[in-house]
Structures are given as C-alpha cells and as structure tokens.
C-alpha cells in the first residue's frame, strides 16, 4: 500500500517538455485548475483564458491569466475546460483559434442529452481548429490527488492524425495511459464512459441478489411456513436473525466458489481443447472479469454471518430458551450428559469457519488495487490461488461439519426438501473435486505444458494424448 502510495505521489511526468512549451486553458473551474496544476508540474507553462481575468480566484502559482483572445493567441494547444452549455463564447475566439489543437474534455450528466457529441458540436462551430476529445475519463479529485489505476487511463479521439500526436504526447508527460478510440465520431462513446455506473459490478450484484431473494424464499417456506402448517406454530420472529443468518452465509459460500469455478471451467476447456490459443466463449471471460467483485460481495455476506452469528448469545429467543431448560432440569432433577461428540462438533466447525474467515478477510486485502500493485504476479496469484482455494475449502469444510450426522436423518428432509446448507454445499463441493483432479500430477502436468504455449495438434502423431503424456 505504501509502495502505490507512494508511486502516485511521485511527479508522474516523463521528461519536461521541449523549450517549457505554453499550453492554453479556457476555464478556470475545478478541472481547469487542477489540469493546470500538473501541466505546471510537469514543465509546461501555463496561460488561462477566462472571462473575468482579473477576478477569477486563486490559480496555480506560476500560471498567467487574460482573456480567451489573448490567451489563446499564444498557444498551439487549447484546452476547454468548460461546460458545453457555455461553448457559444467559443465564436467570438474563432478568428485567434484557427489551426489550433482543441481539447475538449467535457462530459454530460446524462446519456443522449444532445443530439450530437459535445466534441463535434465543438468542432462544428470552430471548423477551422482541430477538435480532439480527451481527458474526460480523469477526475479534477485524480489529478490533485494522484490517480489510482482506473483513472490513469485517457480515450482519445479526433479526425487530424496531428493534433490527436500532440495531445497524446501531452497525456504521456502527464503519467496518463492512452488509448486512442479513433476518429472524432467515436466521441459520443467516449463521452458515454464515465456515465456508467460500476459497470463490473453488475452481474455479480446480480447474482447477489438473485440468490438472496432465492434463498430467503426457500427457507421461509422450510422454516417458517413449514412450522405453520404443520405443527401450528408462529416462528415468524425468526425471520429476522435466524433465517438471515442461514441466508448470508449460504449466498457467501455460493459466491465464493462462483470465484473459482470458472478458473476450472477455464482448464477443463484447455485440457480438451488441447490449447491455449483459442478463445474462451465470451460468458466465460465475462464470468472471470468479474471474479474480483464477486469474491467481495461474498465477503461482505461472510461478514454479516460474522456480525448475527456474534448475536446468537444476547438474542431474547436464546436466552429464554437456555433459563427454560434449565429451570425444566431444575424441577425435573436431571442434568443433561455433557457430550464430548457435540463439543468436538461444534468446536471444531466453529474454528474452522474463523480460519476460513480469516483467509477470506486476507484474499479481500489482496485484491485491493493498492496492495496487489504491491505484490509480484507470483504473489498475487500465489494468494488468490492457492489460499482462495483453501479458503473455499476451509468454509466448506464448516458447513459439512455444521450439517454433521443431519445429512442422514429423514427428518431434516422436511416436505422432502433438503436445508439450505445442503442446496449450498453442491457448487462449492463441485468445484473443489474438480480442482483435486486438476491438481493431479498427470493432468497438472499436461496442463503446465498447454499453459507454457504447447499444443495437440491432429488426431494422430505426437502428443495426441496429453492426459497420458
Ligand atoms: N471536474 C471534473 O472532475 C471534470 C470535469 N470535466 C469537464 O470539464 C469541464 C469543466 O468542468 P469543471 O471545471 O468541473 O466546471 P466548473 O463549473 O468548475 O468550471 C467551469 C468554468 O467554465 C467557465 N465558464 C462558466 N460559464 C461560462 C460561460 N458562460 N462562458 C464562458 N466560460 C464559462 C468558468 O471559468 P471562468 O470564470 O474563468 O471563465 C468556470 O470556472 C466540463 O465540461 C466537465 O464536464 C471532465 C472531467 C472531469
Ligand atoms: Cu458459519
């Protein structure tokens, strides 16, 4: 973490600029003053055009400000750092912004608020300067603050090959990552980008949710409702902690091993395929790209589980069950056996499950950006492969043993339905056979070989058969 940190501190230009050039900035807003900033940083030098040259607020030291004519007299470059309902003033500059490089970097607050991108409806009203449209994926916050990785990216987009090298030049100097989108139409795309909302986020909230109202429904029906109809009995009540606290950790196991399931999918196809070469069908990278946001989610459904499992004790349910059995022996004169199997049991699946937690809290640090930017490939994915799939292993393991001897006993089968945990253990016990196999010497071995760029090649001839190889 201080490694990043300290990364995104350090200047993130490149080398100066030849002879200290002179950059333009119309706009003396959040985006134009910090722009500025880090040009001024980085070894440009400066000039603001604004309307109000001699009452527009503190600007970065160092930096000249005059009207928009003047300024933009004096520099190759411009960059607009103002809102596109403002770019009428834009005309009575036309004259000094001929042959110039425009950079617009405005963003809408909505999707389709304009027929047309804001960056060609600059161009079409300087038709005589050259539009490029950039830096609208960086944040005024980013740039005072260094970027993290996500904002460390620039689209670029324009029609003159020109103008577009100038400016990816000036992104490079910034430390910014360029990708070019090509020409000036591709804007409106790349205006949409900072629109989407977590856009990774989305199918594993999906399956989050999907899961959660499935599981919750389920169990109503097996708990509550079962209780209901069948012994007359309102436990409603247990909706609330009981029933939640059977849900979280069910979603939470579920995910976790949707974490891994498709890195064995991914081998699987390799090893019958016989190659690396060929590409995974797109739901199957769709699937791993967002493997990192599913392990989180299942994360935070863990850690409610963690939260209502340290609530069993001062629930009013659970104590006045506890005073009622003891004041029950109390008047029968019995003591209940003290049973080392239940203790042995419940001790043990409760260790493992904190064990389990424990490698899940370090796999969720792990994934952070400003840790794993920390760590070495082989680092990384020692801690996501290996300990995830001993995290997995660990909270599967609880789970058996909180089901213990139940998976045999008829009466846990209520309407002929299995308990959650049963439905729950199925993936995750899928996947961890399935990684046993992988983990076999001869199919390891046939699998490090088709990783390492070796392929089996025709139905006859060598190495045909790389599971026996
Ligand atoms: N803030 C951010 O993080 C980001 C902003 N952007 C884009 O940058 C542009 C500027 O954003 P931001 O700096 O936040 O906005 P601000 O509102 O902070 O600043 C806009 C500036 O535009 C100038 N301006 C305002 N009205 C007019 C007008 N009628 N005519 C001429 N100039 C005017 C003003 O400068 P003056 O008074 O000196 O003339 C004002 O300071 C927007 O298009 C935005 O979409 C893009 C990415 C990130
Ligand atoms: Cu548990």
Known sequence: WIRSYCMSLRPLGMEPPPERELLCIFGTGDLGRSLGQRLLQTGYRVVYGSRRPHSCGPLPPGAQVMSHTEAAQLAAVVIVCVHREHYDFMEEVAPQLKGKVLVDVSN??????????????????????????????????????????????????????????????????????????????????VEDFPLQLFPEWRLPLCI?????????????IRDVIYAYVEQDKDISFRIMVSLANKVFPI??????????????????????????????????????????????????????HVLYTLLIPIRYYVRYKVTAHTVLQIRENKTAV???????????????????????????????????????????????????????????LHTYLYGWNKFLRPSTYKWCTPPGYMLCLVVPSVVLVLKLLMVLPCVDRSLGRIRQGWERTGPEGEGTKPLMA
């Open 338 to 396: 003290f049973d080392t199997t239940s203790a042995w049991r419940t001790d043990s699946y409760f260790s493992v499950g904190i064990l389990g937690f424990a490698l899940y809290v370090l796999l969720g640090i792990t994934s952070l950006p400003s840790v794993s930017n920390a760590l070495s490939w082989r680092e990384f994915s020692f801690v996501q492969s290996k300990l995830g799939h001993l995290t997995l292993l660990l909270c599967t």
């Open 251 to 304: 979603v939470s196991l579920i995910m976790l091993s949707l974490c891994y399931l498709p890195g064995v999918m991914a081998a699987i196809l390799q090893l019958y395929r016989g190659t690396k070469y060929r590409r995974f069908p797109d739901w199957l990278d769709h699937w791993m790209l967002c493997r990192k946001q599913l392990g989180l989610l299942a994360l935070g459904f863990a850690f409610l």
């Open 108 to 189: 809408n607050s909505k999707k389709g608020l304009y027929p047309e991108s804001n960056a060609e409806f600059l161009q079409s009203l300087i038709p005589a300067a050259s539009v490029v449209k950039a830096f609208n994926t960086v944040s005024a916050w980013s740039l005072q603050n260094g970027p993290s990785d996500a904002h460390r990216q620039v689209f670029l987009c324009g029609d003159k090959a020109e103008a577009k090298q100038a400016v990816r030049e000036l992104a490079t100097r910034l430390g910014l990552s360029v990708l070019d989108r090509g020409s000036l139409s591709a804007a409106r795309e």
């Open 208 to 220: 989050a949710t999907g899961l959660t109202a499935f599981f919750f429904f389920y169990l109503l």
